[in-house]
C-alpha cells in the first residue's frame, strides 16, 4: 500500500476509534504472529490498538517476499476482499507486539449497518487499497498469462476486470514473451495460464480461478437465504441492493460475471446523474462497491440451471449441482447476444469479434480499422468510443435509416464525426483471415471487402430463460409477469391473491428488466425495476408469513 495517504490509511478522530473498537475482539499480540495469512478466507478485519503490522507479499517461485506496507496504532489491516469472501492475497505479520482487536465478517457487517461514518470511511478506505494494490507488487499473487488473440484467454482477462481482482496480464505475443513462457516450462496448449500465489492453473477459466479465490459457491456457503438474484445486470445488482439495504439475506448470482450488457456499453450519457456520461464498467463497479456494503455475497461465475417449488420457499440448482435454498427468487438474467450466424462466426470470437466495447477491447484494437453492426444505441455508442479511441470505424446498418432505432444525439454526433462512415442498408455477408480476423465482405448500398481487424456486434439478444422450466414466457421467452401472467394455477388459489407487480406464474419468483416482457430495455428502467421488484418481494413474504 507505499507511503501512508489520508485515502489509505485514514486519521480517525479519538470519536471513531473509540466506536470502531467496540466491534473487535482484543487480542495480545507477539513479534512474529501471524495475524492472517495469503489463502484464508473470511479473515478478520485488524484493527490496531498498540503496535506494529506488517503487511507483506509472500515469495514466490521466481521472487522474493516483498514489503506492502507496515501499520501502527489506530490504523486498521485489511482490503477489500474482507467484504466478498475472498482469499487473502496477502499476510499480515506482528513486527512490534503490541494489541489489536479481531473484528469478524458477521461485527464488520454490523458496524456497517450501525454507523454510517465508519461505514463510508471503511468503504472508501478498501476501496482505495484495492485500487493502489492493483498498481504495485501485489498485482503479482495473480498473473494471467495469454495471449490477446485467443478468446479463452480474454474471457478470464475479462473476468479479473469485471471483478476488479489484483492481478497482472503477461501478453505472449510481446517480444520475448513465447520465450519466457516455455523457459517457465509453460506450452501453448497450457494457455491460458493463472498464477495464482505462484501456483499454476492450466487452461485455466473463470469458474477455475473462481474456486480457488474463494469468489465460487462453495458447500460452506449453501444456507438458505431470504433472497436470490439471478443475473447480476443494472436489474439484478439494483434488487439485491434494495434486498439487502432492506434487512434481506441476499446472494447475487451471475453466470459470467456482474455488470451484464451495461458492462459492456463504453459510456452511458442518458443516466440520471452523470452529465458527462459514464461508461458501464464504472457503473458497475461502483454497484458492486454498494452492495458489499450491504452485504450482498455476490457470487461468480455461477449458472442457474433450474428453479423449482420446495418444502418451505424455492430451490435453485447451479450448473455444478450445487442448490441454493430461498425464500424468494428475482430473475435478472438478461439477454443472450445474437450474432450474425456467418461461415467461421465461431472461430473468430474473442479473435476480432466482439460483443462489448469496454476498456479491454478499445485497448486492443486502438488506431485499426474496425467494423459495428447494429442500428440501436449499444452501437451508436460502440462506434463513438472506437473512433475516440484512434480508430476508422465503419457502422454498418441494415435499415436504410440510422435515426429508426437510435437515440437523436447519438446520430446527430456519428453523423458529424469523420472518423465514422455509416452505411445504411448495409450487411457483413462474409468474414475472412486465418486464425484472426482480418477483413469482411459487406453487401448492399455499399458493397465490397474491406480491411476489419475487430468487428463488433450489437444486432440484439435473446432472453435468457431456456432454464426457467415451468415459469411462464411468451413465444419469444420473454417472461410474463403481473396482470401479464395468463395461467393461475392451483399455487394461485391457495394464496388467494393475484401476481403481484414482476411476479412471474409462479409465487414468490419475480422478474425484472430486459428478460422481463415488456421492458424497456435501458439501464435506468432495469434499475427502476430491479428496486421496485423489491417491493412485491417483501409483500409477497409478508403475505407468506401470515399463512404460514
Given at each position: 500500500m507505499g507511503a501512508p495517504h489520508p485515502d489509505i490509511v485514514p486519521e480517525l478522530t479519538d470519536a471513531q476509534w473509540e466506536r470502531l473498537r467496540q466491534y473487535g475482539t482484543p487480542v495480545e499480540t507477539h513479534a512474529g504472529d501471524v495475524l492472517f495469512q495469503s489463502g484464508e478466507r473470511w479473515y478478520d478485519l485488524i484493527l490496531v490498538e498498540t503496535g506494529t503490522i506488517d503487511v507483506v507479499r509472500d515469495a514466490l517461485a521466481w521472487i522474493d517476499e516483498t514489503h506492502i506496507a507496515t501499520l501502527g496504532p489506530r490504523t486498521f489491516v485489511g482490503e477489500l476482499g474482507l467484504l466478498n469472501g475472498q482469499r487473502a492475497f496477502l499476510t499480515a505479520r506482528v513486527v512490534q507486539p503490541g494489541l489489536v482487536r479481531r473484528v469478524d465478517h458477521e461485527a464488520l457487517q454490523r458496524m456497517m449497518a450501525d454507523d454510517d461514518e465508519l461505514c463510508d470511511l471503511m468503504l472508501r478506505t478498501l476501496w482505495a487499497r484495492r485500487e493502489e494494490l492493483r498498481?504495485?507488487?501485489?498485482?503479482?499473487?495473480?498473473?494471467?498469462?495469454?495471449?490477446?488473440?485467443?478468446?479463452?484467454?480474454?474471457?478470464?482477462?475479462?473476468?479479473?476486470?469485471?471483478?476488479?481482482?489484483?492481478?497482472?496480464?503477461?501478453?505472449?505475443?510481446?517480444?520475448?514473451g513465447a520465450e519466457s513462457m516455455a523457459s517457465h516450462g509453460f506450452r501453448p496448449d497450457d494457455l491460458p495460464v493463472a498464477l495464482v500465489q505462484g501456483e499454476p492453473i492450466l487452461q485455466a477459466t473463470p469458474g477455475r480461478l473462481a474456486e480457488v479465490m474463494g469468489?465460487?459457491?462453495?458447500?460452506?456457503?449453501?444456507?438458505s437465504v431470504d433472497l436470490a438474484v439471478v443475473g447480476a445486470g443494472p436489474a439484478g445488482l439494483a434488487a439485491a441492493i434494495y434486498g439487502a439495504s432492506e434487512g434481506l439475506r441476499t446472494v447475487l448470482l451471475d453466470s459470467v460475471a456482474p455488470g451484464g450488457q451495461s458492462a459492456a456499453t463504453s459510456r452511458i450519457e442518458?443516466?440520471?446523474?452523470?452529465?458527462?456520461?459514464?461508461?458501464?464498467?464504472?457503473?458497475?463497479?461502483?454497484?458492486?462497491?454498494?452492495a458489499f456494503k450491504f452485504g450482498v455475497r455476490v457470487i461468480a461465475p455461477c449458472e442457474a440451471v433450474r428453479l423449482e417449488q420446495a418444502t418451505g420457499g424455492l430451490e435453485l440448482t447451479l450448473a455444478d449441482g450445487a442448490t441454493v435454498h430461498a425464500r424468494a427468487v428475482v430473475v435478472t438474467t438478461g439477454v443472450a447476444y445474437r450474432s450474425l450466424g456467418l461461415d467461421r462466426w465461431k472461430d473468430f470470437e474473442g479473435a476480432g469479434i466482439h460483443y462489448a466495447a469496454s476498456t479491454l477491447e478499445l485497448r486492443q484494437v486502438a488506431g485499426s480499422e474496425v467494423t459495428v453492426v447494429g442500428g440501436a444505441n449499444s452501437a451508436g455508442q460502440a462506434a463513438l468510443a472506437l473512433a475516440a479511441n484512434g480508430c476508422h470505424v465503419r457502422l454498418v446498418v441494415r435499415s436504410s435509416d440510422l435515426g429508426a432505432q437510435m437515440s437523436s444525439y447519438l446520430t446527430d454526433r456519428i453523423v458529424e464525426d469523420a472518423r465514422i462512415d455509416v452505411h445504411t442498408?448495409?450487411?457483413v455477408v462474409e468474414l475472412h483471415g486465418d486464425d484472426r480476423l482480418e477483413r469482411v465482405t459487406l453487401a448492399?448500398?455499399?458493397?465490397?471487402?474491406?480491411?476489419?481487424?475487430?468487428?463488433?456486434?450489437?444486432?440484439g439478444a435473446e432472453p435468457a430463460t431456456d432454464w426457467l422450466g415451468a415459469v411462464e414466457r411468451d413465444e419469444h421467452g420473454f417472461v410474463h409477469t403481473g396482470a401479464d401472467v395468463i395461467s393461475l394455477g392451483d399455487p394461485w388459489r391457495s394464496l388467494g391473491r393475484m401476481p403481484l407487480p414482476f411476479e412471474t406464474s409462479l409465487p414468490r419468483v419475480f422478474a425484472a428488466g430486459d428478460v422481463r416482457r415488456g421492458s424497456m430495455k435501458r439501464v435506468a428502467a432495469a434499475v427502476g425495476e430491479g428496486s421496485s421488484a423489491v417491493a412485491s418481494v417483501h409483500r409477497a413474504l409478508a403475505a407468506a408469513e401470515v399463512f404460514a
Amino acid at each position: 500500500m507505499g507511503a501512508p495517504h489520508p485515502d489509505i490509511v485514514p486519521e480517525l478522530t479519538d470519536a471513531q476509534w473509540e466506536r470502531l473498537r467496540q466491534y473487535g475482539t482484543p487480542v495480545e499480540t507477539h513479534a512474529g504472529d501471524v495475524l492472517f495469512q495469503s489463502g484464508e478466507r473470511w479473515y478478520d478485519l485488524i484493527l490496531v490498538e498498540t503496535g506494529t503490522i506488517d503487511v507483506v507479499r509472500d515469495a514466490l517461485a521466481w521472487i522474493d517476499e516483498t514489503h506492502i506496507a507496515t501499520l501502527g496504532p489506530r490504523t486498521f489491516v485489511g482490503e477489500l476482499g474482507l467484504l466478498n469472501g475472498q482469499r487473502a492475497f496477502l499476510t499480515a505479520r506482528v513486527v512490534q507486539p503490541g494489541l489489536v482487536r479481531r473484528v469478524d465478517h458477521e461485527a464488520l457487517q454490523r458496524m456497517m449497518a450501525d454507523d454510517d461514518e465508519l461505514c463510508d470511511l471503511m468503504l472508501r478506505t478498501l476501496w482505495a487499497r484495492r485500487e493502489e494494490l492493483r498498481r504495485g507488487p501485489a498485482a503479482w499473487t495473480l498473473k494471467i498469462v495469454g495471449s490477446e488473440r485467443d478468446g479463452n484467454a480474454v474471457a478470464l482477462r475479462r473476468y479479473a476486470e469485471r471483478l476488479d481482482l489484483v492481478h497482472t496480464w503477461y501478453d505472449i505475443d510481446q517480444p520475448g514473451g513465447a520465450e519466457s513462457m516455455a523457459s517457465h516450462g509453460f506450452r501453448p496448449d497450457d494457455l491460458p495460464v493463472a498464477l495464482v500465489q505462484g501456483e499454476p492453473i492450466l487452461q485455466a477459466t473463470p469458474g477455475r480461478l473462481a474456486e480457488v479465490m474463494g469468489l465460487a459457491y462453495t458447500a460452506e456457503d449453501d444456507q438458505s437465504v431470504d433472497l436470490a438474484v439471478v443475473g447480476a445486470g443494472p436489474a439484478g445488482l439494483a434488487a439485491a441492493i434494495y434486498g439487502a439495504s432492506e434487512g434481506l439475506r441476499t446472494v447475487l448470482l451471475d453466470s459470467v460475471a456482474p455488470g451484464g450488457q451495461s458492462a459492456a456499453t463504453s459510456r452511458i450519457e442518458n443516466y440520471l446523474g452523470f452529465p458527462f456520461g459514464v461508461s458501464g464498467d464504472q457503473l458497475t463497479s461502483q454497484a458492486s462497491l454498494q452492495a458489499f456494503k450491504f452485504g450482498v455475497r455476490v457470487i461468480a461465475p455461477c449458472e442457474a440451471v433450474r428453479l423449482e417449488q420446495a418444502t418451505g420457499g424455492l430451490e435453485l440448482t447451479l450448473a455444478d449441482g450445487a442448490t441454493v435454498h430461498a425464500r424468494a427468487v428475482v430473475v435478472t438474467t438478461g439477454v443472450a447476444y445474437r450474432s450474425l450466424g456467418l461461415d467461421r462466426w465461431k472461430d473468430f470470437e474473442g479473435a476480432g469479434i466482439h460483443y462489448a466495447a469496454s476498456t479491454l477491447e478499445l485497448r486492443q484494437v486502438a488506431g485499426s480499422e474496425v467494423t459495428v453492426v447494429g442500428g440501436a444505441n449499444s452501437a451508436g455508442q460502440a462506434a463513438l468510443a472506437l473512433a475516440a479511441n484512434g480508430c476508422h470505424v465503419r457502422l454498418v446498418v441494415r435499415s436504410s435509416d440510422l435515426g429508426a432505432q437510435m437515440s437523436s444525439y447519438l446520430t446527430d454526433r456519428i453523423v458529424e464525426d469523420a472518423r465514422i462512415d455509416v452505411h445504411t442498408g448495409t450487411q457483413v455477408v462474409e468474414l475472412h483471415g486465418d486464425d484472426r480476423l482480418e477483413r469482411v465482405t459487406l453487401a448492399g448500398s455499399v458493397a465490397g471487402t474491406v480491411d476489419c481487424a475487430a468487428l463488433f456486434c450489437f444486432i440484439g439478444a435473446e432472453p435468457a430463460t431456456d432454464w426457467l422450466g415451468a415459469v411462464e414466457r411468451d413465444e419469444h421467452g420473454f417472461v410474463h409477469t403481473g396482470a401479464d401472467v395468463i395461467s393461475l394455477g392451483d399455487p394461485w388459489r391457495s394464496l388467494g391473491r393475484m401476481p403481484l407487480p414482476f411476479e412471474t406464474s409462479l409465487p414468490r419468483v419475480f422478474a425484472a428488466g430486459d428478460v422481463r416482457r415488456g421492458s424497456m430495455k435501458r439501464v435506468a428502467a432495469a434499475v427502476g425495476e430491479g428496486s421496485s421488484a423489491v417491493a412485491s418481494v417483501h409483500r409477497a413474504l409478508a403475505a407468506a408469513e401470515v399463512f404460514a
